[in-house]
């Protein structure tokens, strides 16, 4: 069983919900990623926050905080770094944006990424904990 639940985007009555409040009597750690307000696929992440059913989370730097994860600092040895990381489509959208206009806030990928909140909220956790990008304060992005 996982250590965790993420929940990225969920309707109110979305399947997310019941997972949730599986996961929550099994002491497992739930975290949501809020969403808008109007949007009604954010309205089952948005609940679970607001009833403390779920912890909210913005970053891969918040997840690892709340679970209490440490990096490991390994001794430094030459290493070439890994030339090509497999992407995503969506991935290598957002990878292209934050390389040619530098650093990005979240809604400016939002809008000219043209993809889903969702997608995108998965796609960026991705490239930060794969360590592409880096999440600074006021939720810009920026590359690595």
């Not at 409040?21 to 309205?43: M, Q, W």
Request: aromatic share 4%; proline share 1%; hydrophobic share 40%.
């Amino acid at each position: 069983i996982c250590d965790a639940l993420i929940i990225i985007e969920s309707g109110k009555k979305g399947g997310s919900l019941i997972t949730a409040e599986l996961a929550n009597s099994y002491n497992k750690d739930v975290f949501a990623i809020p969403g808008r307000t109007i949007d009604h696929k954010s309205e089952g992440c948005n609940y679970l926050i607001q009833h403390n059913k779920a912890s909210l989370i913005t970053n891969a730097a918040d997840l690892m905080q709340l679970m209490n994860w440490k990096l490991q600092h390994k001794k430094k040895r030459t290493q070439q770094k890994q030339l090509f990381i497999e992407l995503t489509a969506d991935e290598r959208k957002l990878v292209e944006l934050l390389q040619s206009r530098g650093n990005c806030s979240i809604d400016e990928l939002f809008l000219k990424a043209c993809i889903s909140s969702s997608s995108m909220a998965a796609a960026l956790l991705s490239l930060e904990m794969q360590g592409v990008i880096t999440s600074l304060p006021g939720k810009i992005y920026r590359m690595d």
